[in-house]
């Protein structure tokens, strides 16, 4: 197959690794292969061993070329917004041609002198955005190409995360036979493909309900302007149904996706399934009801976590709701236990696309249509963003602020002029959350 207009979106997840093939011919978008492995030598969304994860992204890499019949050797890579930070950045170069006509040379020139100075120590460029261009004093410029002037500027964002783990993700890549084309940050990327112009404009919270993590995200007038990120997810909520059942790790994430639901109001208790208990000769049975009691004791408590941090910006109650994506979304009734906590402006999204209608798949389809659909000018400042940093092979050391504790990152203030908004509703199941405290306690 021609490799023509083929991008690769990558998805290093704490529990598993995906891959999803896409094809741009002509303003057709097809996605043409896809691959998903278990993740190896991560912890909580970071990398601890390289070749562990090199060789978890070699497999899903290996099963998606399988599919798409096509050879594989470039890939855009999502970062998660742990740690991110926001820098207002500008830049001022002098137009280098003599005829004075802007080249893309002068726009990687005005966004290298734009990443020049400002940035913090320890940290690595992941998203340049230019907000505007500004030529011989004209402001509001979205692309300066072939445009006369003797005077370039730009403002823009920067948005910056830690060296460390930048470049273990680099070296992970290279270690797995790969070249890194680009990073992406997963908010931006995720808010520009999965909510639509209303929803980008308006203000909407992007809720992505990872294995390892729960990222939020507020994306208004078309910006990140918010995030935050618990460092529980799905497996968070397999490891109690383990604790509470008595049984394997492996048992207790196969029961989730059989017989798990996350509103325990929509369960019957007479529904009642075997259990393979540690220590036990037989099967003990157990019913629904209390397996969604469990799962239901985990959500609501990151629920409620992101419910406060989103009531301090007021950002409750914007025009777009909240949308949920990512693989612990797929949970029958999530949306319906999310409308109990966050009210009714509730909404799944899922993929469309065959082959990867699962909402797991969401980030790497994200990476790979954000990255494909970039203008000239865009890949021009990417280009220039890679190319300040070369791939060097280091130890990796766990940054210290990679603790157990839940991570907040107010991207840039931010206050949503809406209705006063009453404390999140207290579920029904608040003695199961109880009884699961000391598990809690223990993460």
Partial sequence: MNNSGVTVGLDIGTTSIKVVITQMTGNQFNVIGAGNAPSRGLRRGVIVDIDATASAIREAIDQAQEKANIQISEVVAGVPANQIKIINVDGLVSIANQNKRITYQDVQNVATQALSRGLPADHDVIELVAEEFVVDGFDGIKDPHEMIGVRLEMHGIAYVGPEKVLDNTRMAIQKAGLTLR?????????????LNDGQQDFGTVLIDLG???TSTSVIHDRKLKFTFVDIEGGDNVTKDISTVLGTSYINAEKIKRDYGYADPSQTVSSNEFPVEVIGEEFTKQFDEQYLSEIIAARLEQMYT????????????????GFVLTGGNAALPKMVDFAKRVLGDNVRLFVPDQIGLRHPAYSRSLSYAMFASRESMTQQVIKQTIMQRHAVEQQTFMLPEEYGDEVVQQPVESFQYDGEIVNDPQQGWFGKMRQKLSNLFNEE
């Fill in 182 to 194: 680009e990073f992406v940050l997963a908010p931006l990327a995720m808010g520009s493909i999965i």
């Fill in 211 to 213: 294995g390892g993590q």
């Fill in 305 to 320: 976590r992101l419910f406060e941090q989103l009531k301090q910006i007021g950002a409750l109650n914007l025009p777009g």
